[in-house]
C-alpha cells in the first residue's frame, strides 16, 4: 500500500492499493470506530460497487445505510443537497458517524459538503472510484454545490478524515471518463514536474497509474499544506479551470468537467504564447500532449460566449481574474488579469 499524510486543518491519510474496496471496513473502523456510515453514491456506482463496501462494512461490524443519487452533475444542487441531510436525519447521525462519498467528483462535492454542514460538521470519508477524483477531487477539502447560475457556487472548504484509493475500480470507468482524469494527471505535470509530463508522454497512465495517483497527490499536498483556503499559491491548481468552467456552462454541462480543463489548458497555453508568457514550443508540447490522449483542444463557442459565462465563477476577485499560465512545462503563473482584459486572453487562446 501506499500512503500519503495530508497535513493541513485536519491530518489524514491518502491510501492507495488494489483491492482496497473490499478493505474499507477495517479502514473506516481504525480511524473512526465502530460508528455509523451513510454510504452516498450514484446509480451507476451502486449497480457496481456499493454492495461490495456494505459488505465490508458489515465485516467489520459497522452498521450502514445507503443513499444513492442520479449520475450527473445534475446531483450536486441545493434540492438533492437537501434530500440528503433529510436522510442524514432520519437515520439519527450524529457528530460521530461517518458519512462515505463513493463515486467520482459529483458524488464526493455534495457528499463533503453535507458533512461540513450537517449538526455543523460529520465525520467525512471519500472513497473514489473515478482517477479524476482520485488524483484531484477527492483531496484537499474543496466542497460545494451548484446554482442555476453557475458551478460550484455554494460550498466550504472541510478536510476528509480518510480517502481510499483502489485503482482496480478504474476497470469499469466509461473511456471517456478516464480520459477526463488523464487531464488532471496532465494538469499537474504541466504544473509542478517535467520530469512526471515527460514520463506520460513516454509511458500510459494505465501503464503506471498507482504512482501517478500517488505522484497527483503528493504535488497537490504540498499545494494544499502552504495554502488550504485558496488565497494564494493553491490557485495554481486551477490551470485550465477558469476558462474550463465556461465551456462546461456554455455546453449546459454536456462538456465533461476532464475534458472542458483540457479545452481551458489549450485556450491559456496558445494565448500564452501569444503574449509572450511562454514559448511557442511550450504551448505545442502542452496541445500534443492533450492530443495524445484524445483530449479536446478546441470548442465550438465564441469568445463573446465564454466570456459572458466567466462572471459567475469563483476565480474573480472583484474587478480581476487570476489566470494561471504556463511560463514552460513544470512551472506556471498566477496572473492577475482586468475583467476586461480577458476576453481578449480567450480570443488569443481559441485559435
Known sequence: MTSVHITASRSYDVRIERGLLDRVGDAIREVCGESKVVLVTDDTVRALYASRVLESLARAGISAELFSVSPGEGAKSLSVYARLLSFLSEQHMTRTDVLA???????????GFAAATFQRGIRFVQIPTTLLADVDSSVGG???????????????????????????ALNTLPQAQYLCGCAEVMKYGVLGSAEFFRSLRQTPVSDQIEDVIATCVRMKSEIVQSDEFDRGQRQ????????GH???????????????????????ARAG????????????EILAALEQY??????????????????????LTGKTMHLVVPEEIGRC???????????????????
Not at 236 to 243: A, I
Not at 273 to 284: L, M, N, P
Not at 295 to 315: G, H, N, Q, V, Y
Open 142 to 168: 474543496k466542497t460545494a454545490v451548484n446554482l442555476p447560475s453557475g458551478k460550484n457556487q455554494v460550498g466550504c472548504f472541510y478536510q476528509p478524515h480518510l480517502v481510499l484509493c483502489d485503482p482496480d
Open 294 to 315: 484524445h483530449l479536446p483542444t478546441s470548442t465550438e463557442f465564441s469568445a463573446d460566449e465564454l466570456f459572458s459565462a466567466i462572471f459567475t465563477d469563483k476565480k
Open 101 to 111: 462519498a463513493l463515486g467520482g467528483g459529483v458524488v464526493g462535492d455534495l457528499t
Open 246 to 268: 465556461a465551456v462546461e456552462a456554455c455546453s449546459g454541462f454536456s462538456v465533461l468537467h476532464g475534458q472542458a480543463v483540457a479545452i481551458g489548458m489549450a485556450i491559456i
Open 236 to 243: 495554481l491548481l486551477n490551470l485550465g479551470h477558469s476558462f
Open 333 to 351: 503563473r498566477i496572473l492577475p488579469v482586468p475583467v476586461e482584459d480577458v476576453r481578449g486572453w480567450i480570443a488569443d487562446g481559441l485559435s
Open 273 to 284: 504564447a501569444k503574449r509572450g508568457v511562454c514559448s511557442a514550443e511550450t504551448a505545442g
